[in-house]
Structures are given as C-alpha cells and as structure tokens.
C-alpha cells in the first residue's frame, strides 16, 4: 500500500536529486533536499484538510486529482506563481521574468519580497475562511470542546465568518499594512492589502459556493442511490461506493487547487529565504507538492480520517494559525521553521488526542475503565 501510493513521489525524489547533483553539483542536491522537507512540513495541514475533500470524489476524480492536479500543483503554483507575480510586479512579460530570475536573482528576489503583502492578504483571507466555517459549525465530536461548543454556537448567527474576515482585514490594512515589509524598506500598503484580502474573500466564497451548490443537487440523487445500494444488499449483490462524481467532483477539484495554491504561499515565498534559483526553487517544492498529494490519497484510501477524528480539527487549527502567520509576515518576518512546526505541532496534538480517545472507547466497550473513557471523551 505505502509503495503503491508514494511509489511515485520516491521516484520523484530520487531523479529529481540526482538531477540537481548533476546538473548543478551538491550544493544544489542540498538545497533542493531542505526545500522538499520545507514544503512537506509546512503542507502536512494541506494533506490532511484535503483528504477530507478528496474523499468526497469518485476513484476517477481522485486520480484526476493525482494526474492533472499534480501538474497544476507543481507547474503553476511552484514554478509559473513565481514568475507571474514577478511579471505583474516588474510589469514584464513571463519570458522576461525568467530571464530576470536566471540573471539577476538578487532582483527577482526583491520583486517577490514586493509582492509578499499582497500574496500574504490574498492566501491569508482564504485560509482564515476555512479556518471560521470550520470553527463555527456545529459538530458532534469536538475536540476543544471548550471552545469549539460555545462558537459553534455563534455560528448560528448569519454571514458571521465573513464579518469577522473583513474585521480581520480591516485591522490587517489599517496596522501591519501600514509599515508592510519591501526590498526598499517599509511602505504603506493598506490599499493592496484591503484589494488582495478581498479577492482571496470573493475566491474562496466563488468556489466553495460552487462546490457546495452542486453538492446539494446531488442530495437527492444520492439518496436515490442509497436506497438502491440497500435494496441490492437485500439481494445479496455487491455494492461500492463511487463517491461524487460529475459537476459537484469538478468543482469540489477546482477547491482543492485553489486550496492547494493558497497553501503554497508561504512554501514558495519561504523558499527565498534558502535560494534564488528559480529551478532549484521549482525542483525541491516540486518534490514536496508530490508528496503531499500522495499522503492526501493515503489518508483517504486508509480512513485515517474516521479513524483519529481530531486529525481533521487539529489540521483547520493549524490552517488558522498558517492565516494570522501570513498576515503578520506583511509587516514582519518570521522564520519557516517556526510556520511549519506549528502545523506540525498542532496536528501531532490532535494525532494523539484522537490515539487517547480511540484507547478509552476500547476501555468502555471491555467494561473497564468507564469513567476514564467518559473523561477522555469530554477533552
């Protein structure tokens, strides 16, 4: 199962190094290694809060998911991103930001850092959606009970999430966004902040509708279906489930691209930091966005999902700290270390939390230790 699903992400790797060794020597294999690394930890909440879409799917979308969702993943946000926020920045075209990137690195760099606060409200906006709809629905396992309880029940309060983004943004545009870092020093970017934050709001609102709608116009057909699973069980066929399919998996794949390039955001930018080389750069987070996809499809191909039930809680925390971070970064810089091993961190509390729960329940269902187990499940 491990090599049927990252068979593809080892081979990856392997030419993808020896590449780098030999076309560039080993202080590119390096640097192409950290990347790779870089981008698994700071894309594992991506992996887990897509396995929660990609489940969704039909086994058709899912390797469209791999095939196609791959080469956008690699090609457009690792390698074309780059360039093009390059090219509006320096109002070039494409070829001639690819030549700025081979021959003036330290210029294509500061082109990029320009960009960052208009690229941190964008992504930021988007990933703080996720994080409020997530937060504000009412579930009936909670891990933070505590906290999670009290604002699902806020959430019953109409367009909430919404008003406390643009609050966010607001706030966001009217303190960091005043001393946004550049190449130049610190510049008032208050009215590219409030544009970008915007378009990531109308983004994420444009897709997920969409997704959402055409998910509802399926209820009933899949009720339809439901019905004639049952009926075939009564008559001792086999039945499987095929997962959405159709317009609702399209657009529910358009989410995930979209959810996959926000979350690209801080790994492209953070890769600055290491290297200027536009194709080392392209190569390592290449390797990573690989893996990523392959842990996504483990994750729903095992129900490691239904398994841990926290998982997917302490992945939308960390998607919602990845938020605050990137809007921050508009004015401060923070380390990549510390971005990634936050998620980490996170979804390892979360991994554990979901261990100690499956642990009491067994203890309850054995007759032993029911108060334990009870106490466990009220965390």
Known sequence: MILKTFGWSFAITAL??????????????????ILSILEISLSFDNAVVN??????????????????????????????????????????????????????PGRYEDLVTDAHPAIAAFGGMFLLMIFLD?????????????????????????????????????????????????????????????????????????????????????EEEEEREQEEEEKAKAEGKQVSAVGLAGKAAFFLFLYLEVLDASFSFDGVIGAFAITNHIFWMALGLGIGAMYVRSLTVYLVRQGTLDDYVYLEHGAHYAIGALAVILLITIQHSINEVITGLVGVVLIAASFLASVRRNKALEADEGGQGTDKGKEALRV
């Open 16 to 33: 993808g190094l020896a590449f780098a060794a030999w076309q560039w020597g080993w202080e590119a294999f390096g640097v192409v290694l």
């Open 51 to 104: 396995a929660g879409v990609l489940k969704k799917m039909n086994a058709f979308w899912q390797k469209i998911f791999l095939t196609v969702g791959i080469l956008i993943a690699v090609f457009g946000m690792r390698l074309v991103f780059p360039v093009v926020i390059v090219a509006i920045s320096a109002k070039v075209g494409p070829i001639e930001a690819v030549e700025l990137a081979m021959q003036d």
């Open 134 to 218: 997530f937060i504000f629905e009412e579930r009936e396992i909670t891990w933070l009970s505590w906290l999670e309880r009290p604002l699902a029940k806020l959430g019953k309060v109409d367009m909430l999430s919404v008003c406390i983004a643009l609050i966010v943004l607001l706030v966001t545009a009217l303190t960091f966004a005043t001393h946004a870092h550049t190449s130049t020093g610190y510049q008032d970017k208050s009215a590219t902040v409030l544009l970008a934050g915007v378009a990531g709001l109308i983004t994420y609102l444009v897709v997920g509708g969409l997704s959402g709608f055409f998910e509802n116009r399926l």
